[in-house]
């Protein structure tokens, strides 16, 4: 089991920035690759960006370029998002992918005014 917990999400106007976090336990070394997904109301849930045990990093088109995914060490890992746009709006969830399936973060809300 792996235990997920998401901070930093909020409410920013559109060109800020906003830096996620989540920090997981348990069984962390069966941990292969985390990332992380959003989700607006009414939309179909979305990759945003992940990274792998080796390093191997892949981001959303719609994020590349503005969007960093980066780990400090085998338990934590953040995304930096700047130069947000009103259509980031969306809960995002952090996960991590394991020999034995995947698990899930609560979920932060990010909300970009415009």
């Known amino acids: 089991q792996v235990q997920l917990v998401e901070s930093g999400g909020g409410l920013v106007q559109a060109g800020g920035s906003l830096r996620l976090s989540c920090a997981a336990s348990?069984?962390?070394?069966?941990?292969?690759?985390m990332g992380w997904y959003r989700q607006d109301p009414g939309k179909a849930r979305e990759m945003v960006a992940t990274?792998?045990?080796?390093?191997?990093i892949h981001y959303a088109d719609s994020v590349k370029g503005r969007f960093t995914i980066s780990r400090d060490n085998a338990k934590t890992v953040y995304l930096q998002m700047n130069n947000l746009k009103p259509e980031d709006t969306a809960v995002y969830s952090c996960?991590?992918?394991?020999?034995?399936?995947?698990?899930w973060g609560q979920g932060t809300q990010v909300t970009v005014s415009s």
């Open positions: 990274i792998t045990r080796a390093g191997s």
């Open positions: 996960t991590a992918d394991t020999f034995r399936g995947s698990f």
């Open positions: 348990g069984n962390i070394l069966s941990i292969n690759a």
